[in-house]
């Protein structure tokens, strides 16, 4: 599971190179990778991934718009529409953050063959 958090979190790094801010969302998602890759080798504590999970959800609702109009382009004032993208964004690290705090370490992992 979490290598499959760590691929996401790096094509969403990926997808930023056009952001108004990409150093500061390319930094975001990469932080969350490398977090995910770590879990996998067990080389995390529980203290950094209940930080990042503080951090992101505290991102979250930071960035959260003033005025829900969707993500869709189109569908609103692009400012309102970029900073929802940002919140789920981060609500999405937050929740893998916590999900890696949840459940069994051992499940994590890259099972040796």
Same mark, same amino acid.
């Given at each position: 599971?979490?290598v499959? #958090? #760590?691929?996401?979190?790096?094509?969403?790094?990926? @997808?930023?190179?056009?952001?108004?801010?990409?150093? @500061?969302?390319?930094?975001?998602?990469?932080?969350?990778?490398?977090? =995910?890759?770590?879990?996998?080798?067990?080389?995390?504590? $529980?203290?950094?991934?209940?930080?990042?999970?503080?951090?992101?959800?505290?991102?979250?609702?930071?960035?959260?718009?003033? $005025?829900?109009?969707g993500?869709?382009?189109? #569908?609103?004032?692009?400012?309102?529409?970029?900073?929802?993208?940002? =919140?789920?964004?981060?609500a999405?690290?937050? @929740?893998?953050?916590?999900?890696?705090?949840?459940?069994?370490? =051992?499940?994590?992992?890259?099972?040796?063959?």
């Amino acid at each position: 599971m979490a290598v499959l #958090g #760590g691929i996401c979190f790096i094509v969403f790094a990926s @997808l930023q190179y056009n952001d108004p801010d990409p150093a @500061l969302w390319i930094a975001t998602y990469l932080a969350a990778a490398v977090i =995910s890759f770590l879990v996998v080798f067990a080389r995390v504590g $529980r203290v950094l991934l209940l930080i990042a999970c503080i951090a992101y959800a505290i991102g979250a609702v930071y960035f959260w718009p003033e $005025r829900w109009e969707g993500i869709a382009i189109g #569908g609103g004032d692009i400012r309102n529409i970029e900073e929802a993208r940002e =919140s789920l964004g981060l609500a999405l690290c937050s @929740l893998a953050m916590l999900a890696y705090l949840l459940l069994d370490r =051992s499940s994590l992992r890259v099972k040796p063959l």
